[in-house]
C-alpha cells in the first residue's frame, strides 16, 4: 500500500520560509518521480513543483525562483524548500506520486 506522509506546514509571516518534507512508502522511490501540488480554499489543485527520477525539476510560475524541490533517495523523502513566502501561497499542499497516490495534505499558512 502506497503512503505519502507531509509533514512541515505552519503558520508563517510573509516574507519567510517553510520546508515540507514527504516521506514516502509502498513504492521504489528512487524509480518515480515525485511532486508537491497545493489547493488554495477557493480554487483548484495546481502544480508547484516537480521532480524526476533523474532530479529533473520543474516550477509552476508562481513559485520560481522562491522554491526548490529536492529528493533523498536514501530517506524516501521529497522536500520542498518554500522561500520568500506570500499570502497568495496560503493553500494546503499534497506530495504526488503516480497512481495517482497523495498524500493527506498539510497546511500552509502565510499571514501576518
Known amino acids: 500500500q502506497v503512503q505519502l506522509a507531509e509533514s512541515g506546514g505552519g503558520l508563517v509571516q510573509p516574507g519567510g520560509s517553510l520546508r515540507l518534507s514527504c516521506v514516502a512508502s509502498?513504492?521504489?522511490?528512487?524509480?518515480?518521480?515525485m511532486g508537491w501540488y497545493r489547493q488554495p480554499l477557493t480554487t483548484e489543485r495546481e502544480l508547484v513543483a516537480f521532480?524526476?527520477?533523474?532530479?529533473?525539476?520543474k516550477y509552476g510560475d508562481s513559485v520560481k525562483g522562491r522554491f526548490t524541490i529536492s529528493r533523498d533517495n536514501s530517506k524516501n523523502t521529497v522536500y520542498l524548500q518554500m522561500n520568500d513566502l506570500k499570502p497568495e501561497d496560503t493553500a494546503v499542499y499534497y506530495c504526488?506520486?503516480?497512481?495517482?497516490?497523495w498524500g493527506q495534505g498539510t497546511q500552509v499558512t502565510v499571514s501576518s
Open positions: 504526488y506520486s503516480p497512481g495517482p497516490h
Open positions: 521532480i524526476g527520477s533523474d532530479g529533473v525539476t
Open positions: 509502498g513504492i521504489v522511490f528512487s524509480e518515480k518521480h
